[in-house]
């Protein structure tokens, strides 16, 4: 099971990023949780200089830009390899 997590404070990219990972997670059918984060000192736990962010597996994937689904969805089956 991977853990996910968005990173920003609600605004349209951050929106954006969770449907696009949402989706990703359901083309690859798998068991995955994910969350949205909105607090400033927990982002700020992640040390990244802009949202949103995706963290998969408390690693930082992306940050500060909105990756393709296609990005995702290889993000996500990386995860899944180092398992």
Do not use: F, W
């Not at 990023?17 to 909105?38: F, Q, R, S």
């Not at 927990?42 to 909105?66: D, F, H, M, Q």
């Amino acid at each position: 099971m991977l853990t996910i997590k968005i990173l920003g404070a609600g605004c349209q990219n951050c929106q954006t990023l969770a449907a696009l990972t949402k989706h990703a997670v359901e083309y690859l059918e798998i068991d995955a949780t994910i969350e949205k984060v909105t607090d400033r000192e927990e982002i700020g736990k992640y040390k990244i200089l802009a949202t949103p962010g995706l963290v998969i597996n408390e690693k930082v994937v992306s940050a500060g830009r909105i990756p393709s689904e296609a990005e995702i969805t290889t993000m996500l089956t990386s995860a899944l390899a180092t398992q």
